[in-house]
């Protein structure tokens, strides 16, 4: 795809000055973009001016150590405050208002994940032998649901939570104030769960509720836990493994055995879906089963450090170290159906894989099933918004990096939708239906939507 850089004109940008801090809560603007023009003079006078492209619905100051998230017609933003808080806000871009703000006691950089109806604010980067926080918030009036010093893992589709928690022998933590030697072996705990002189002995899994915040079942000592997404008439289940290789899948809300499993000889890791069948990684091992488990489709050795296996849309890619390499590879029966030889990142949206490499730079969106270039992607910069429904948005910046060019690829497209180029320098991108949010230079969080992607003609 050809682009074409049409110089440093300057563009006014739509509103006006950032308003002061103590109001901007309360005004929530939406402007009307406009980027070009048509003035067509005649006879009969003059025509109507194109409409543009791009409508921006929201704007507002954004502190360098704030985040935001874009989910649907609400933005979530969430800003430091003095002595270690955070305040979070939810603003409704329909009716262009603020729904709540609060503070909450979140002492490091914070992340927001949007899920059903609630929002997941999780506390990442705590120093050292300090376990992370996660709060859950109701996502309509900002109240606190629960609290958990853990990571937890959403389930799609489903109202709990896992918090996977690593034991480690009594006695074994180490206390920051009296360190042991220098020369000791030091374990650390997964998600920011402190730091041991011995190894884990193992792990358990908790499932929470998140409607009411209690959890509903433990599970006793494993080697390792995975969830399962439902598939095949069958719901999602937990994938508890044994030391000694027996595999058990638990029911989600009781932890009742369910159904066992012909076992590997290593513990899960996680398990993923794709089409009729599931991949479960394994510590050691990479084996594919049919989608209700029944039938175990085939095993293969794989450490964890010769490589690794994800599902890519209708295949499965499996990651090389040595030699380098991507294959794409057939889940059905894990043959080799296309190789790559070069080291590259692919990643899902839709029906394609759209491939990356190492050093970011975006190259082409890929045929899952084939390994063939299906659009080339050379020239733009950065992609935002995998998703399986919703367009990736693209961007190039000029030279000068003061004006960013935009395009959308919808899911199941074969050419890039061009948009309005905006007089912004763009990081930090989110794309959700008919919207898209991004960071600008000077310091501020905007939103536009952009138009529906056309209807074929008949």
């Known amino acids: 795809m050809a682009l074409i850089d049409l110089g440093e004109e300057r563009y006014d940008a739509p509103a006006g000055p950032v308003p002061p801090r103590r109001v901007r809560r309360q005004r929530l603007r939406t402007t009307a973009l406009v980027l070009a023009g048509a003035l067509v003079l005649g006879a009969g006078g003059a ?3 194109v409409a543009p492209l791009l409508t921006e619905l929201y704007r507002a100051p954004l502190d360098a150590g704030g985040d935001f998230t874009l989910t649907g017609d609400r933005l979530f933003v969430t800003e430091p405050l003095g002595g270690g808080g955070h305040q979070v806000s939810a603003y ?6 603020q729904l709540w703000s609060g503070t909450y006691r979140i002492e490091q950089q914070v992340g927001l994940y949007p899920h059903g109806g609630l929002l997941m604010v999780v506390e990442e980067g705590r120093p050292q032998n300090r376990p992370f926080q996660t709060l859950v918030l109701d996502a309509g009036t900002g109240q606190t649901r629960l609290s958990v010093q853990s990571h937890l893992t959403v389930l799609p589709e489903e109202r709990v939570a896992l918090v996977v ?3 480690f022998p009594a006695g074994s933590r180490v206390d920051p104030d009296n360190p042991p030697p220098v020369t000791t072996m030091i374990y650390r705990g997964s998600g920011g769960g402190g730091m041991y002189t011995a190894p884990p002995l193992g792990e358990t899994g908790r499932v929470i509720d998140l409607d009411t915040g209690r959890d509903l079942w433990t599970s006793p000592l494993v080697a390792g836990i995975a969830t399962v997404p439902a598939a095949a008439g069958r719901p999602t289940a937990l994938l508890a493994g044994h030391w000694d290789g027996r595999l058990e899948l638990r029911d989600l809300r009781t932890g ?6 012909d076992p590997a000889a290593s513990p899960p890791r996680y398990a993923e879906v794709t089409g009729d069948s599931l991949l479960v990684r394994f510590e050691s091992q990479v084996a594919v089963y049919s989608a209700d488990l029944r039938q175990r489709r085939w095993i293969r050795a794989m450490p964890a450090d010769q490589g690794s296996v994800n599902v890519c849309g209708p295949m499965l890619c499996l990651d090389r170290h040595d030699p380098v390499a991507v294959e794409g590879l057939d889940p059905l029966t894990g043959d080799t159906v296309w190789r790559f030889t070069d080291q590259v990142w692919l990643t899902p949206h839709g029906v394609h894989l759209v491939e ?3 050093d970011g730079t975006i190259r082409r969106a890929v045929d899952p099933r084939t390994g063939r270039t299906v659009l080339d992607l050379t020239g733009w910069t950065e992609a935002n918004g995998f ?19 935009l395009g959308l690829l919808d899911p199941e497209g074969t050419a890039v939708r061009p948009l309005d180029p905006l007089p912004f320098a763009l990081s930090s ?6 919207a898209f949010a991004c960071r600008t230079q000077f310091g501020d969080v905007r939103v536009w939507r952009f138009p529906p992607q056309p209807t074929p003609a008949e």
């Open 47 to 49: 025509a109507p001016p």
């Open 92 to 97: 409704d871009l329909v009716r262009g208002r």
């Open 165 to 167: 928690e690593e034991v």
């Open 256 to 261: 009742a055995v369910r159904q066992r499993i």
């Open 356 to 358: 990356y490499g190492l």
């Open 387 to 405: 998703s399986s429904t919703d367009p990736l948005l693209l961007l190039r910046r000029t030279r000068s990096g003061l004006r960013t060019w």
């Open 429 to 434: 991108c989110q794309v959700t239906t008919g």
